[in-house]
């Protein structure tokens, strides 16, 4: 699944298209948000936040999945 993709006609002179970012990673990037404001004041490291950024996301994935 795709976040924000857009359909163009130019894949058929110019071969590319814009198929957005993977849903996943948009899920990431929006608990990225919330949690590199907590990090700087429980001192964690930027690679702690990203690991958890993905962890949110893989739920979100999963709760997503289910709901449907």
């Not at 964690?44 to 990203?50: I, T």
């Amino acid at each position: 699944m795709k976040a924000f993709p857009s359909e163009n006609n130019a894949d058929s002179q110019y071969n590319w298209i814009n198929q957005g970012m993977d849903l996943r990673d948009y899920f990431a990037a929006k608990a990225m948000q919330s949690l590199a404001v907590k990090a700087i004041t429980d001192n964690q490291s930027p690679e702690d936040v990203a690991i958890a950024s993905y962890m949110f996301a893989d739920e979100l994935m999963k709760a997503r999945k289910e709901s449907q």
